[in-house]
């Protein structure tokens, strides 16, 4: 057998009406001697028939996209993606988003539609035989990644592609084939047509695109350095051509190594409103998101400035999990000043946060009704730091003394 498939799927390929065929990743990674991978399959079977024939022998099935004839099929503990043979028609831009899609019966006009040769090896299962039209049996065997057919048709209309491109070598260690490249160069553009959630979702895989296959060596600073070479981050909204990568290559949470990079190269004068509007923007984050990200971002910063211990903790306590570590990375003197007087607050139980106070808001509003409501938050703030200094006692009765000397 050419490539190892299991029994299962043995067994689904004699029930398609049609040959089955497994193709993409997971050939390409078997003739590379990689193990993993999706197991993708396609025929020239429509889903809606074969769909019947599979729940009647017991599979489950979901469709996936019904405009590109594809579904999920899976049995017991296995589970593949199928999609009929088609054809993709694009727009004049890069969106990612064919504009129509025509089912075909030919295997070569299936293969066509791919996007490299190595992704385009297709393993005919009822026949033990691989099916290659673009040569990319010998492109997997060299470590070579080329584009099907003409590099402008591939990646004329399809900005993920190059982006794909990018992690793929990241991930398999492989050489660009010269007109692949050259192309990728003058296509660039079309990156800014992508949505912004499949922009994040690109560039979070290539930054960890040495995690998915660790029996072999790849290096996702390899591919961190082609975004540079190929000028994409103006195509996610940065006034730059080059990031200067130092924290991504350090921190164990390598996307906020990334954006302390993209900063440190900025130096936006206001941080907050820098990541609210990149972060949104280009990568598709919710308020709650962002806001996460900019307290772990200015957590980070304001210990390297040096911050009060006690203001600092106030507004950092519940984060020091994910800001120590990349604390660490920049000053290890620093992280350790700070972790001595978070220890501290931890081994006397020293009260460090506003709901920890015997009081709340409620209290207030139903002590005191003519406090104006904006004052809330001020008033608790200090009273807090009064606990935290010893000056006042954490007692529901003491703070409310406290509030009644405030002149409203």
């Not at 729940?55 to 579904?71: F, L, P, Q, R, W």
């Not at 954490?394 to 509030?403: G, I, K, S, T, Y």
């Amino acid at each position: 057998m050419f490539i190892p498939v299991s029994a299962n799927l043995i067994k689904l390929s004699k029930i398609f009406p049609k040959d089955l065929y497994v193709v993409g990743g997971y050939v390409r990674n078997c003739l590379m001697g990689i193990k993993g991978g999706d197991v993708d399959l396609a025929s020239d079977v429509d889903i809606e028939e074969i769909s019947e024939i599979l729940k009647a022998n017991g599979y489950k099935v979901k469709v996936k996209n019904s405009m590109y004839n594809s579904i999920s099929i899976s049995k017991d503990a296995e589970s593949y993606e199928f999609t009929s043979f088609r054809k993709d028609f694009y727009p004049d831009n890069g969106k990612h988003c064919p504009i129509k899609v025509e089912r075909t019966s030919d295997i070569k006009e299936d293969a066509k539609r791919r996007d490299f040769t190595i992704n385009a090896i297709y393993y005919n299962i009822n026949k033990d035989e691989i099916v290659d039209y673009y040569h990319g049996v010998i492109d997997a065997k060299q470590k070579v990644l080329r584009c099907i057919g003409s590099a402008e048709e591939v990646l004329n209309y399809d900005g993920e592609r190059i982006l794909r491109m990018v992690r793929i070598v990241g991930e398999l260690g492989l050489k660009i084939d010269k007109k692949t490249l050259k192309q990728a160069f003058l296509m660039a553009k079309n990156i800014g047509d992508l949505s912004s959630s499949r922009k994040f979702a690109e560039l979070e895989k290539i930054i960890y695109c040495d995690k998915r296959y660790p029996e072999i060596k790849s290096d996702y600073m390899q591919a961190l350095s082609l975004l540079n070479r190929l000028n994409v981050w103006q195509y996610f909204g940065l006034p730059c051509k080059k990031i200067k990568y130092k924290m991504v290559k350090k921190a164990e949470d390598r996307l906020l190594g990334l954006i302390i990079d993209i900063i440190d190269t900025l130096k936006p004068e206001c941080l907050e409103t820098f990541l609210e509007e990149f972060l949104k923007k280009q990568f598709g984050f919710t308020n709650k998101q962002e806001q996460k990200v900019f307290v772990y971002i200015s957590g980070y910063y304001n210990a390297i400035n040096r911050m009060k211990n006690k203001e600092y903790f106030f507004k950092y306590f519940d984060d020091v999990h994910v800001i120590f570590p990349l604390l660490a990375k920049k000053s290890k003197r620093l992280m350790n000043k700070y972790m001595f007087f978070y220890k501290y607050i931890i081994r006397y139980g020293l009260t460090i946060r506003v709901n920890d106070l015997k009081i709340n808001k409620e209290d207030i509003s139903k002590s005191f009704p003519k406090i104006d409501n904006r004052n809330y938050d001020k008033i608790l703030e200090d009273l807090l730091s009064k606990v935290f200094d010893g000056k006042l006692p954490n007692e529901r009765e003491a703070l409310l003394q406290e509030v009644d000397k405030w002149n409203f």
